[in-house]
C-alpha cells in the first residue's frame, strides 16, 4: 500500500510568489494534517482537516490556507511567500479525525520549499 | 505558555550501549506522548504513543517511561546500533484532534 505522498518533492520561489502543495493520504485515512518544519526545529502544526472540514489551526498567518477535497486529498496554499516560510512541509494522515488514542499520524516525505 | 524541551546538543554513544533521550514539558497536562524518529530530510515515522495512566512502554529495543508528576519521559533504546542514529522527536498531547506539538528533536550518533 502507498503511504502518504506529497507534491512537489522540491521547489523554489521568489518572495511574493504563492505555492501550492498537494498531499494524497493514506488510503482509507480521513484525516490530513500539515506541518512546517524549519532547519534545526520540530514540525509546527498548520492546519487538520476532517471529512473535508476544517478541525485545527495553528499560529500561523491568513498567507497559509488549506483545504480538503472529497476523495481526502489536500492542498496547502502560501500567499505573498517570505524568506522565512522556506522550510519542509510535511503532510500526515490518521485514520481518526476526533481523537489521537488510536495511535500515530503517517507522514508523507515532506515538500522542501526555497523562497528567494 | 506550553513548552517543550529535548536534549540539545547530539547524543553520541557507542554501538551496544544504551541511549537514553530526554523530554520535558512544562505549562499543559498531556494526556498522551508520541515518539517520533526521523532521518535527515525525511518525514518522522512514528514509534511508540504512552498514555497517562501508563508508566512504561516498550515495543522490541525501545522503551519509553511516561512520569506525570515530574512533566518528563525517557526514551531508552537498547543494544543501540549504527542504524539507530537519527534525529527523535517527542510529542505530549493534550488535544481531541491529531495536532502534535513536538519538541525540536534530539540527535542521536551511534558510533560502531
Known amino acids: ?116 | 505558555s506550553q513548552k517543550i524541551e529535548q536534549n540539545s546538543e547530539a547524543l553520541n554513544i557507542q554501538e551496544g550501549k544504551t541511549a537514553t533521550l530526554t523530554c520535558n514539558y512544562t505549562n499543559y497536562s498531556p494526556a498522551y506522548l508520541q515518539w517520533y524518529r526521523q532521518d535527515p530530510g525525511r518525514g518522522p515515522v512514528f514509534l511508540l504513543l504512552i498514555r497517562e495512566n501508563e508508566k512504561e512502554k516498550r515495543k522490541e529495543r525501545l522503551k519509553v517511561t511516561f512520569d506525570t508528576t515530574l512533566k518528563q519521559s525517557l526514551f531508552h533504546i537498547t543494544a543501540s546500533q549504527p542504524a539507530d542514529s537519527a534525529t527523535y522527536l517527542c510529542a505530549p498531547t493534550s488535544g481531541r484532534y491529531s495536532t502534535l506539538t513536538f519538541g525540536k528533536g534530539t540527535m542521536l550518533l551511534v558510533s560502531p
Open chain 1, 1 to 116: 500500500d502507498a503511504g502518504v505522498t506529497q507534491s512537489p518533492t522540491h521547489l523554489i520561489k521568489t518572495r511574493g510568489q504563492h505555492v501550492t502543495l498537494r498531499c494524497s493520504p493514506i488510503s482509507g485515512h480521513k484525516s490530513v494534517s500539515w506541518y512546517q518544519q524549519v532547519l534545526g526545529q520540530g514540525p509546527q502544526f498548520i492546519f487538520q482537516y476532517y471529512e473535508k472540514e476544517e478541525r485545527g489551526r495553528g499560529n500561523f498567518p491568513d498567507r497559509f490556507s488549506a483545504r480538503q477535497f472529497p476523495n481526502y486529498s489536500s492542498e496547502l496554499n502560501v500567499n505573498a511567500l517570505l524568506l522565512g516560510d522556506s522550510a519542509l512541509y510535511l503532510c500526515a494522515s490518521s485514520n481518526s479525525g476526533t481523537s489521537v488514542r488510536t495511535g500515530e499520524l503517517f507522514f508523507g516525505e515532506g515538500s522542501r520549499l526555497t523562497v528567494l
